[in-house]
């Protein structure tokens, strides 16, 4: 699975768009770029995946570059119920039930919503 | 709510004793993921089960050990407890392709072990 680097942490206002960035120059062609966010010390939440096509969703819209070597998800009116860890993870999209499905959570940005 | 239940939601014990976690996963899924997350190694991959099978291993210690049962609930074993396994551990569970949501991890809410 590629490598993902993501700033450390952000703020954001409440009521603007958070636009969370991360860089996967190694993705290969065949690889999803997944985001999970973690609230606080709650089980990780699925956000939102894609390939190569943007990507929109209830919660998030994912943008990713032509070369694909980096996105962006975008929180198009973040709240503070939005202050969490997120994780932008790269892997390839694999069946249930082959052993191979195991997400690689790295550090995370800790994105806080400003009031 | 993810669907995914965990008991006990805390865990305090002493070191060398020996905890089991539980984890029912949703409705009708049949693989579970275990994953720990301490704060100095982040969320880590522990181990996995498909219908009553292991599937993958990950960091998991020898002192470790999980089973996944007929009803597809699974159990963490943990045993000779360290002051470094306080940690939380995680159930997942995860659904056949449906709708492009496959491989989609649904969390549950964590068991936060303490060994003192």
């Known amino acids: 699975d590629a490598k993902t680097t993501q700033p450390p942490s952000m703020d954001c206002a409440e009521g603007r768009a958070a636009n969370l960035p991360c860089n996967h120059s190694?993705?290969?062609?065949?690889?999803?770029v997944y985001w999970y966010r973690q609230i606080h010390s709650q089980g990780p939440q699925y956000i939102i995946h894609?390939?190569?096509n943007n990507e929109t969703n209830e919660m998030a819209s994912l943008i990713i570059t032509e070369d694909r070597k980096s996105s962006t998800l975008i929180l198009p009116h973040a709240t503070l119920r939005d202050t969490a860890v997120y994780y932008c993870?790269?892997?390839?999209?694999?069946?249930?039930?082959?052993?191979?499905?195991?997400?690689?959570f790295g550090t995370g940005t800790r994105l806080t919503i400003i009031p | 709510d993810s669907g995914v239940t965990q008991t006990p939601k805390h865990l305090i014990t002493a070191t060398g004793q020996r905890v089991t976690l539980r984890c029912s996963p949703r409705s009708g899924d049949l693989s579970v993921y275990w994953y720990q997350q301490s704060l100095d190694q982040g969320l880590q991959f522990l181990i996995q089960y498909y219908n009553g099978e292991e599937r993958a291993k990950g960091n998991i210690l020898e002192r470790f050990s999980a089973q996944q049962f007929p009803d597809l609930h699974s159990e963490l074993n943990l045993s000779s407890l360290e002051l470094g396994d306080s940690a939380l551990y995680f159930c997942a569970s995860s659904a056949e392709f449906t709708s492009g949501r496959y491989n989609e991890q649904f969390f549950g809410p964590g068991t936060r072990l303490t060994v003192l």
């Open positions: 894609g390939l190569k």
């Open positions: 993870i790269v892997r390839l999209s694999r069946a249930v039930g082959f052993g191979n499905e195991k997400l690689t």
């Open positions: 190694t993705i290969s062609g065949n690889e999803y």
